[in-house]
Structures are given as structure tokens and as C-alpha cells.
């Protein structure tokens, strides 16, 4: 069985601690591993695992790459996708990836959380013997209640082992529907779980949507492959029809079936939905980093870099970072999407990233930013380069806090140690890089008539960039 983890979601709603360049899935929401973490994590004491493969966007290459060195875990391979086009795209070059047609592939959402693992391994145990009779199952999660956010899959009467055939998947029903489901039984939550042999899906989706199948073979044999990374062909890719797994194939092969799941599985959709996993105090606070409370229950209260206090408030989200403030009613959280979506008509950057800012190499903050000057604090990581680059319209100043930093500037060789600092002028070639065997620790203050990041020349890059 091969572990599949698809991490393309955006997470809009969880922002502002999501960011689509620095999505949810990379962040210790509920523990202090990340949820592509924990999903791994959590798959320990599986038998017969082989190495997982990993489907992301094309820009979060490098978290993910780190996050699975982290704990240790070696992919088999990280498909990166230049676009995203939902669930079948991705599933099918995982499929096509695998060593075998017979290979029994695990469908994980890198975004969930199940929080009885004994539970969810008995699930998968089943799941495998109905896969290994060519059908394509899904995990169906026991509803306890008559939530509207998640579709639901209706169970046949006829059983398959611990599992039933799939009756129909259902939409996103209102409220006195989805009362009715509950009622009724034999209805479970969808939860964008899946296993099935790799040569099952792949036929299932030639017979429903050729087209489909037909482009991600092109994409993925045009493919380029460096380090872990498998780079799909974007020119080919940009011509798939976007779909997925459910209405691609699912809901339309008579091999679907459902095992039901009652292993505590939330997908973090909402803060809301945060708040009921996360422990609370003992008036039903959630509370993460830098808070004071008076007077003050059942709300989420979350601080990133500030002292938070909350006073006299009931039922409310409130979430700090570097850049943004967010305060929501508990049950109106699912319009965080419509601030997320002003935000990118607007044009600005809170909607896309964090202040403090992501590379390979390590990560940058942006202390402060005036019309003609930026200071940031810059880490890289040992034995990490930053590209040999120059910039048209700006020059840069750096003082090194901590470690010790290798320059090329123009042709020459420069160390530069903690206290000291150089001087980079507009339009030299330089370059970057960390000897050392602890993290570098910079201050840049950048000067000019233009600071945008897209004032960059990259004559060499050691991760792939253009």
C-alpha cells in the first residue's frame, strides 16, 4: 500500500494564518507537527507501507520536501503541479507513478485530522481487502450530526465485508435534509478518503474521462526530474480538465464502496471546526501563544507575535499575526473566504503570503518597509545558497547578527562574521551563502527607486528557479 498525500488546498478559511503561498496543511494547527506531518505520522504501525507520494503546487515544492525530511520520511516521489486542477488530475498521476498496476493506493487529504489512530488503522485494514477486489473505496465518516459543509455518501443494503456498496454520493445538503440523513442511517460524510489498486482507477477513469487520462500521461512523460521533485509539464498540464475524484469517477463506476469511519475525523474546514479539536480551559477557551482573558468563553483566541487580551466576549475567533488581525463571530467563520476574496481584488499581499516569507534556503521578515527602503531579517539555513543574482533598482546593506556568511560580489570572495557587514550596489552580481554548521542570521536594508521582489536577475540558482 502506497500512501498518497494530496496537498493542494489553498485553506482560505483559515486565514490569516493561511496564506495560499503558506497554506494550512504546512502549519501545527492542532500539535507540533504540521497536518502534513501528522498524516504520515499518523499512518505508523501500518503494515507493509511503502514510501508515500506526494502531490503539491508547484510553489510549495520546498516546505513539503522539508516537512517530510523532518520526520524522516524518504517520498518515493513529489509531483508538483504548475496549476491546480483538483483531485482526479492528481490521483491519476500518483496512479501513474506507482510501480505496479496492482499497487493499493491510499488517497490522503494532507489537511485532515482523526484523532483515534487505532480506530482509522482497523478502517484501513478493511478498506484494503475490498481494494484487492478491484473495487474503489471510500472511507464514509460516521455523521453525528446534521452538518450542511460536507457531502455525504448514501450506503447500498448490500454489504461488502465491513463495508457496503455505494448507494449514491449525495451534495451538500441544507439543513432539514441533511436532519433527514441523519434520521434515515446509511449515510456517512464524504471524506475525500479513498483506496484502490492503482490499475482500477487508472481503467475506471479511461472509461469515464479519456481526455483526462490522455493529458496526464502526456504531462507526466514530458516531466523533468530533479532531486525528489517530478516537474509535470506545464504547457500539457494547462489542457487537463479539471475535476474531481468524486465526479471524474466515483459517482459514476459501479466498483465504488464505502467502509465506514468513526476514528474522531475533523478536516479543519473552519476556525470553528479548529476550536472543537483543540483542547480548551475550563471555560471553553481554545487558546494559542500570547493571550489574557477576562470574563471571556467558548471563543478561539489565537496570537502569532503580540500580546493578546480579550475581555467580556462569548463565542468569538480571534486571530493575530505579523500582518493582520482577524476577529469573527464563531458562526460566521465560513465567511472568512469572502475577506480572503476582497482581499485579492484589492490587490494586496496579505491574501497570498505571510510577512515573514518562505525560500529554500530559509526564510526572510520584512521588519519595515518605506517608499524607498526595506529592512529585513534574513535566516538561511546551513549549507544553503541564495541564487547569484543582481537587481536593477535597488542596493542592499547587510549586517550579520549570527554565523558567518560567504559573499560573492562582483568576483570577489568575501567572508563576512557576526558584527560585521558589506555593502551590495545596484546592478552588481552577488550571491550568498551559509559555511557554516548553524543558521545565518542577517539584517538587509534594501535602498532604491523600486523594492519589488520581481527586481531579481538569476544567472544561477541552485533550487530551479527561473
Not at 494550512?24 to 505508523?44: A, C, D, Y
Not at 477513469?205 to 509539464?233: G, I, S, W
Not at 501563544?289 to 502569532?304: A, K, Q
Not at 562582483?410 to 552588481?428: A, F, H, K, L, R
Request: glycine share 6%.
Amino acid at each position: 500500500m502506497i500512501p498518497v498525500i494530496l496537498s493542494g488546498g489553498s485553506g482560505t478559511r483559515l486565514w490569516p494564518l493561511s496564506r495560499a503561498q503558506y497554506p494550512k496543511q504546512f502549519l501545527p494547527l492542532v500539535s507540533g507537527h504540521t497536518m502534513i506531518q501528522e498524516t504520515l505520522l499518523r499512518m505508523n504501525g501500518v503494515a507493509d507501507l511503502q514510501p508515500p507520494i506526494a502531490v503539491c503546487n508547484e510553489d510549495h515544492r520546498f516546505m513539503m520536501a522539508e516537512q517530510l525530511w523532518e520526520i524522516g520520511s524518504k517520498p518515493a516521489a513529489i509531483i508538483l503541479e504548475p496549476v491546480g486542477k483538483n483531485t482526479a488530475p492528481a490521483v491519476a498521476m500518483a496512479a501513474l507513478c506507482a510501480a505496479s498496476e496492482d499497487d493499493i493506493l491510499l488517497i490522503l487529504p494532507a489537511d485532515h485530522v482523526i484523532s483515534n489512530t487505532a480506530a482509522f488503522h482497523s478502517a484501513i485494514v478493511q478498506a484494503e481487502k475490498l481494494a484487492q477486489q478491484d473495487l474503489l473505496v471510500t472511507f464514509g465518516v460516521v455523521a453525528t450530526e446534521p452538518e450542511t459543509g460536507y457531502g455525504y455518501i448514501k450506503a447500498d443494503k448490500t454489504q461488502l465485508g465491513d463495508g457496503f456498496k455505494v448507494a449514491a454520493f449525495v451534495e451538500k445538503p441544507d439543513q432539514a435534509t441533511a436532519q433527514r440523513y441523519i434520521e434515515t442511517g446509511g449515510y456517512f460524510w464524504n471524506s475525500g478518503m479513498f483506496a484502490f489498486k492503482a490499475g482500477c482507477f487508472l481503467h475506471e477513469l479511461e472509461k469515464f474521462n479519456p481526455q483526462m487520462l490522455k493529458v496526464c500521461r502526456e504531462a507526466l512523460a514530458a516531466a523533468k526530474v530533479d532531486l525528489d521533485f517530478t516537474r509535470l509539464d506545464k504547457d500539457i498540464f494547462l489542457t487537463c480538465p479539471s475535476d474531481s475524484i468524486d465526479y471524474a469517477v466515483m459517482e459514476k463506476t459501479d466498483k465504488a464502496a464505502v467502509i465506514p469511519l468513526d476514528a474522531g475525523w475533523n478536516d479543519v474546514g473552519s476556525w470553528s471546526a479548529l476550536w472543537d479539536v483543540t483542547g480548551k480551559d475550563a471555560v471553553g477557551n481554545a487558546i494559542k501563544g500570547d493571550v489574557l482573558t477576562i470574563d471571556t468563553s467558548n471563543s478561539y483566541i489565537h496570537s502569532s507575535s503580540k500580546l493578546v487580551a480579550v475581555i467580556g466576549v462569548q463565542d468569538l475567533v480571534v486571530v493575530e499575526t505579523d500582518d493582520a488581525v482577524m476577529v469573527a463571530a464563531k458562526d460566521r467563520v465560513q465567511d472568512v473566504k469572502a475577506i480572503v476574496d476582497q482581499l485579492k481584488a484589492l490587490n494586496r499581499d496579505e491574501a497570498h503570503v505571510h510577512r515573514k516569507v518562505y525560500r529554500p534556503w530559509g526564510h526572510y521578515d520584512l521588519v519595515d518597509a518605506g517608499d524607498r527602503h526595506h529592512t529585513k531579517r534574513i535566516v538561511v539555513k546551513p549549507g544553503a545558497k541564495l541564487s547569484v543574482q543582481k537587481h536593477h533598482h535597488r542596493a542592499e546593506h547587510w549586517v550579520v547578527v549570527k554565523g558567518t556568511a560567504w559573499v560573492h560580489k562582483d568576483g570577489e570572495e568575501i567572508m563576512v562574521t557576526e558584527n560585521e557587514s558589506i555593502y551590495i550596489p545596484v546592478g552588481v552580481v552577488h550571491s550568498l551563502e551559509n559555511p557554516g554548521v548553524i543558521p545565518l542570521e542577517m539584517v538587509e536594508v534594501q535602498s532604491g527607486s523600486y523594492l519589488g521582489e520581481d527586481d531579481i536577475v538569476r544567472y544561477q540558482d541552485n533550487y530551479g528557479r527561473i
